[in-house]
């Protein structure tokens, strides 16, 4: 793929960028291991301090992130400016607890002195995805910076503009030279770069098969990574439900930030005794959502991210009806300018077709009928993904049922799915492993080292 801002609401090609060579990937890696030999030195008042300033320039130039983030990869720019002003509690939020999260541990052991320490370790590579173009690369680099580490950023190649600024964002920071760089590079050139043993470990938010090559990739080479890949959420909704509320939380659920989240609520499990009534009033909204250019205040729906998005979407979506799933709404791309899907909703899906086990990224619902909760969970749980799950329900039993046996990182109650710097965020079985965010996050890529003195 190019490295190019290409505008997904016209097709035009923006801005084309040359990848990086292997001597310039050399300068860059060089320069990472410069400033880590000086950065682990610094005090966390003085990382606070910058990452405090980063704060508020994300705050005070939110518009202009705001805009380069709607022009690469679609979102409304409604959400982008969110998207800005939400990297800004990243970042205070470390600057504020760093230093207490990762403070020495006394350990009772009976020697005069025992501790936990934790040290940075390094140059981390993180690779990317353009659909949270600055969120996604912000809860890696705050957390990464703060305690000490350094980062080398491979975005994807459809939002190079939005790489460029965040790395001037952390220079303006006065992060020195070095402590976090965009490599604008392919994805054929990360391999060499994950072998260099300057390079000490990986992140990757993105799908399962770029899970699977960077993960086998590190392991070769015995290196920590962490993987947040994707999901196919369930999002149950029992009769003690607010019904009118969860169709309209998941509505948004399913069409926030175009369809194209790996914690969009993607399988919507609805009790039989409300199902017709949520199935009703949820088509309905879908079909009544306002879709058009991302940078109208008044848009609900913008374009998906690349023209190859809608074709691949649009043939899961045939598969699904050819097994024998329902259309209810849409199932098309829009025959306009731009990468439009139309907002689709299916039901009767079958187990073997794409809609049933993949996970669609897009804004494309599908609808569940179940006659207790045992059948929920069993249904809920029937995917090998497991990143997040929004159940609602007033009843206590279920509610306890739900948090103890949905198998995901993640179960939210009577709300739809979030990430949160206060709280961990990652999946289980095909939805990758270890955590970002919280206290997890920022102890992910450390030295945990025992310290005894007798």
């Not at 975005?155 to 030279?177: D, T, W």
Request: aromatic residues 8%.
């Amino acid at each position: 793929m190019p490295i190019a801002s290409i505008n997904p609401a016209t097709g035009e090609t923006i801005k084309t960028f040359e990848a990086l060579t292997s001597a310039q990937i050399e300068q860059k890696l060089s320069l990472a291991v410069k400033a880590f030999r000086d950065e682990r030195k610094t005090s966390f008042a003085d990382r606070a301090q910058r990452m405090m300033k980063a704060a508020d320039i994300l705050e005070r130039d939110k518009d202009k992130f705001a805009h380069l983030m709607t022009l690469e990869m679609g979102k409304p720019y409604k959400a982008a400016v969110a998207e800005a002003v939400k990297c800004t509690t990243a970042c205070r939020y470390y600057a504020e607890h760093a230093e207490k999260i990762l403070s020495d541990e006394i350990i009772e052991t009976g020697a005069k002195k025992s501790f936990i320490r934790y040290r940075p370790i390094g140059p981390i590579l993180a690779v990317m995805p353009w659909n949270y173009p600055f969120w996604q690369v912000i809860r890696f680099a705050a957390p990464a910076l703060m305690a000490g580490n350094v980062g080398l950023l491979k975005h994807a190649s459809n939002v190079p503009q939005c790489a460029l600024a965040i790395e001037q964002l952390y220079l303006e920071a006065g992060f020195p030279p070095g402590c976090f760089q965009s490599l604008l590079i392919g994805s054929q050139q990360v391999d060499a770069i994950l072998n260099d043993p300057r390079v000490v470990a990986a992140t990757l938010t993105g799908s399962e098969q770029a899970g699977i090559e960077v993960g086998v990739a590190a392991a070769k080479r015995i290196k920590k990574v962490v993987l947040e890949l994707g999901g196919s959420d369930p999002f149950i909704v029992m009769p003690s439900a607010d019904l009118n509320a969860a169709v309209a939380t998941g509505v948004d659920a399913r069409t926030l930030n175009n369809g194209q989240s790996c914690i969009a609520a993607k399988r919507f499990i609805v009790h039989e005794s409300i199902a017709s009534d949520f199935e009703k009033k949820f088509v309905e909204r879908m079909k009544n959502l306002r879709i058009g250019d991302p940078f109208d205040d008044k848009t609900e729906l913008g374009p998906l991210a690349t023209a190859s998005a809608v074709k691949d979407l649009d043939a899961d979506v045939q598969k699904t009806v050819k097994a024998g799933a329902k259309l209810l709404t849409g199932g098309h791309p829009l025959d306009q300018p731009g990468n439009f899907y139309a907002p689709t909703v299916l039901t009767n899906i079958p187990k073997e077709s794409p809609a049933y086990r993949e996970e669609f990224f897009g804004p494309v619902a599908s609808l569940f009928r179940v006659n207790n909760i045992d059948e929920a969970i069993a249904l809920a749980n029937d995917s090998r993904f497991g990143l997040g799950a929004s159940a609602w329900t007033n009843n206590d039993a279920e509610r306890e049922r739900f948090i103890n046996e949905l198998e995901s990182g993640m179960v939210f109650i009577n709300k739809m799915v979030a990430s949160d710097p206060r709280v961990p965020f990652g999946g289980v079985k095909a939805s990758g492993h270890g955590r970002e965010l919280a206290m997890n996050g920022i102890r992910e890529f450390m030295n945990i080292k025992t310290v005894w003195i007798e």
